[in-house]
């Protein structure tokens, strides 16, 4: 009897400590398809929190699962002359495949990538100190990780954040620009999204080289048509973009494998082998 009891005390701790282990976010997010990760919004129902008193950012808004748990922080940068509303469409959607996001409005419309990168960081520090805040919405709702998506110079942002604070452990750097910099140092994941036709932005004067000299990342690149908006709201195949987005920070912010087919392998190969669709695709799969 003694022996069955300390067998039945042994396998409770086990399973106690298996539920523990389980990461709260990937447990709230069903198994994703194709269907669903192209529909506009994931199966997590969001809300949204203006934030009050924005600190080295010039505003943000929260959009976050209303699910409970905690989740990654994601920071949306605009480009210049940009404001929240070039990448609206893609906070609710990160939001309800589950996480926090917070998109941003900068300081004055005409700030260059270093500052935007300075503020990406700002915005995240802010994100995480309202998560262990109380008295808001999204107290309890940060895991502590970040990740940031930004346009153009926004792009150029991302990667300086990426480069430069520790925090932020993959990014989206979408028709990113910022001349004359290095990022050979990043070693985050990070996907690069371009446009085939941009004048601004090309991939071949910036995207391109820094992916080439980011030996030490995972790394994943895709051309699509269209002009340097095509990442933003109203431009571009947003089914597609926002299931690349959505699966690679899954995959690198919640280490959610169910994401990968998505941008690895036969799965993949539907997108990345349609001429119309992508105009070029790189990765350094297995992710």
């Known amino acids: 009897m003694t022996a069955l009891i300390a067998l039945v005390t042994t396998i409770g701790l086990a399973l106690t400590l298996l539920t523990a282990a389980a990461p709260p976010a990937a447990a709230a997010v069903p198994d994703p398809t194709t269907a669903s990760l192209e529909a506009t919004n994931g199966p997590l129902t969001t809300a949204t929190y203006t934030v009050p008193r924005p600190t080295g950012y010039g505003s943000g808004t929260v959009t976050y699962p209303r699910n409970s748990g905690s989740y990654p922080g994601v920071v949306l940068m605009p480009g210049y002359q940009g404001t929240q ?11 309800s495949w589950g996480f926090v996001v917070i998109n941003v409005g900068t300081n004055t419309l005409t700030d ?5 990168g300075r503020q990406i960081t700002a915005a995240g520090t802010q994100l995480l100190a309202l998560g ?4 808001n919405p999204i107290s309890g709702k940060l895991n502590g990780t970040l990740g940031a998506v930004g346009h153009s110079m926004g792009g150029g942002g991302v990667m300086a954040a990426l ?71 109203g431009s571009g195949n947003k089914a597609k973009q926002g299931k690349w987005i959505v699966s690679f920070l899954s995959l690198w912010l919640r280490a959610d ?11 993949r190969d539907a997108d990345k082998n349609n001429t119309s669709l992508v105009t070029r695709w790189m990765d350094t799969c297995p992710l």
């Open 85 to 95: 509303q070039n990448l609206q469409w893609l906070a609710p959607r990160l939001a």
């Open 112 to 116: 260059d990538p270093a500052s935007r």
């Open 132 to 135: 262990n805040a109380t008295g």
């Open 163 to 233: 480069r430069d604070d520790a925090r932020f452990r993959a990014g989206v750097p979408t028709a990113p620009y910022y001349p004359n910099q290095n990022f050979s140092a990043v070693t985050d994941p990070t996907f690069f999204l371009t446009c085939q036709s941009d004048p601004v932005a090309h991939g071949n004067s910036y995207a391109v080289p820094w992916y080439n000299s980011m030996s030490r990342a995972e790394k994943l690149y895709i051309e699509v048509p269209g002009d340097h908006l095509c990442p933003m709201t």
């Open 257 to 267: 494998t169910r994401f990968s087919p998505f941008l690895c392998g036969p799965v």
